[in-house]
């Protein structure tokens, strides 16, 4: 998968870009944004094009208040804040033909609903670990990519792609037309995560700890499967159960190859 890694020096630290030109500018020359703040009740020319660019764009934008602006920085943001992505996302509509190529077996990872940034750089670190060669995310509801994400991920996250799209549903179904298979990973079932052969290309479905996978997501997977649990806790931390399906996928794939 070295194909895949980021080139060019690493940001650590998320950075703020404030100011409409400057904002319309970082954008039309194509910087990676986390989001975008957005002041409430903004008019003018200048916001026309700004919002005009964002239509374009697959990035999450907040409508707030003033106050939250002049929170975030001191200085003349004139209602508008963009944060700079510390990564650079790109496209799985790229990523799964490469893999294709070079003859490896898809193995992808979409996070649905995940915003803790601690679980994000965890689940990240894992699944650099156990060969996943993609992450994906929705543009809203989800964790922030930030220094604390980075750091948790022990740098994972500069090398394994992440994939950011704003409609999870659409996303799954482009797999399964590309030839994966959708595992969703709930206790919403009696299937355990032995079930599913993982040796074929395969997408691994994680949802949020407290809502679980969305139903859309749920109703169109090949399979549901869970992770028997013992005892009187009822849950793993979602970070511990991805490493626990992850793994299985890879017992699968590794006695095949032996």
Not at 58 to 73: Q, Y
Not at 160 to 174: D, E, Y
Not at 202 to 215: K, L
């Amino acid at each position: 998968m070295e194909q895949f890694k980021r080139s060019g020096r690493p940001k650590e630290n998320n950075e703020f870009i404030f100011g409409i030109r400057a904002v319309i500018e970082a954008i039309k020359a194509g910087r990676d944004i986390e989001s975008i703040y957005l002041q409430r009740s903004l008019n003018g020319e200048l916001i026309v094009e700004l919002k005009s660019h964002l239509r374009n764009l697959d990035v999450p934008v907040h409508n707030v208040p003033v106050e939250k602006l002049n929170r975030m920085t001191q200085k003349n943001h004139q209602g508008v804040i963009a944060v700079i992505s510390s990564i650079t996302f790109q496209k799985i509509e790229d990523i799964i033909p490469a893999i294709y190529e070079k003859g490896e077996t898809p193995l992808i990872l979409i996070l649905d609903g995940i915003t803790d940034v601690r679980n994000m750089g965890a689940i990240a670190r894992t699944a650099a670990c156990t060969g996943v060669h993609a992450i994906v995310v929705p543009i809203k509801n989800t964790a922030q990519i930030n220094a604390d994400a980075i750091k948790t991920s022990a740098g994972a996250l500069f090398t394994i792609p992440v994939c950011r799209h704003p409609n999870l549903h659409k996303t799954a179904l482009f797999l399964q037309e590309c030839g994966l298979q959708i595992v969703a990973c709930t206790e919403k079932t009696s299937d355990l995560i032995y079930a599913p052969d993982y040796t074929v290309p395969t997408a691994i479905v994680m949802g949020a700890e407290d809502e679980g996978i969305s139903n859309d997501i749920m109703r169109m997977a090949n399979h549901l499967a869970k992770i028997p649990m013992f005892g009187e806790i009822g849950s793993l931390n979602v970070s511990v159960s991805t490493g626990v399906i992850l793994y299985e996928a890879i017992r699968q794939r590794s006695s095949v190859q032996s």
